[in-house]
T-cell receptor
Framework: EAAVTQSPRNKVTVTGGNVTLSCRQT?????MYWYRQDTGHGLRLIHY???????QIGDVPDGYKATRTTQEDFFLLLELASPSQTSLYFC????????????FGKGTRLTVV | GDSVTQKQGQVTLSEDDFLFINCTYS??????LLWYVQYLGQGPQLLLK?????NKGISRGFEATYDKGTTSFHLQKASVQESDSAVYFC?????????????FGLGTRVSVFP
């Protein structure tokens, strides 16, 4: 089974702070995704990537940057964190064919105080 | 754009009860439909998927039928156990823009008590 590892698992930062969430997948999947999960909103797509160096905008990108440095590594950057970004963040990966399963990491809980 | 609707935010049951979670979808494509389950402290994981209309997906006692006529993909299980307590997400994967991944419903929290 595909392995998607997120770090850190928990993070507390102050308003205006700089945060980087990391994700690594070990199955050479082409596609990687960042979602946020909030009560009442379900899972919402922030950014995604086709491969190293590629970045695509998702449905809720404001306030977030992302970078895909290698096939394995996908980072989510919050350069001026705000309390509205307090959330549970999930990274996910998927192979290239249209019908393949999306595999999720265990999540990073971010609190902005 | 694509959307998935789950109207039930929470369902509370006793063991051996019947579970039914409503899911409807809207899309201009011919999607794959999926159910994901998220246990406490974990990421969502695939429960079942159906790629073809009028087919049924079955996994771990859960089943869902892809009904293109009513644009529905309801999840059911005949007899739930406490271990089925989790959040269940209905999702859609479009075939014309599959790179973008899944569109999820809001999720239904299922609590099963002994």
């Amino acid at each position: 089974e595909a392995a998607v590892t997120q770090s850190p698992r928990n993070k507390v930062t102050v308003t205006g702070g700089n945060v980087t969430l990391s994700c690594r997948q070990t199955n050479s999947h082409n596609y990687m995704y960042w979602y946020r999960q909030d009560t009442g909103h379900g899972l919402r797509l922030i950014h995604y990537s086709y491969g190293a160096g590629n970045l695509q905008i998702g449905d809720v990108p404001d306030g977030y940057k992302a970078t895909r440095t290698t096939q394995e590594d996908f980072f989510l950057l919050l350069e001026l964190a705000s309390p509205s970004q307090t959330s549970l963040y999930f990274c996910a990966s998927r192979d290239r064919d249209w019908d393949t399963e999306v595999f999720f990491g265990k999540g990073t809980r971010l609190t902005v105080v | 754009g694509d959307s998935v609707t789950q109207k039930q935010g929470q369902v509370t049951l006793s063991e051996d009860d019947f579970l039914f979670i409503n899911c409807t979808y809207s899309t201009t494509t011919y999607p794959t439909l999926l159910w994901y389950v998220q246990y406490l402290g974990q990421g969502p994981q695939l429960l079942l998927k159906v790629t073809t209309a009028n087919n049924k997906g079955i996994s771990r006692g859960f089943e869902a039928t892809y009904d293109k006529g009513t644009t529905s993909f309801h999840l059911q299980k005949a007899s739930v156990q406490e271990s089925d307590s989790a959040v269940y997400f209905c999702a859609l994967a479009p075939r014309n823009n599959y790179a973008q991944g899944l569109t999820f419903g809001l999720g239904t929290r299922v609590s099963v008590f002994p």
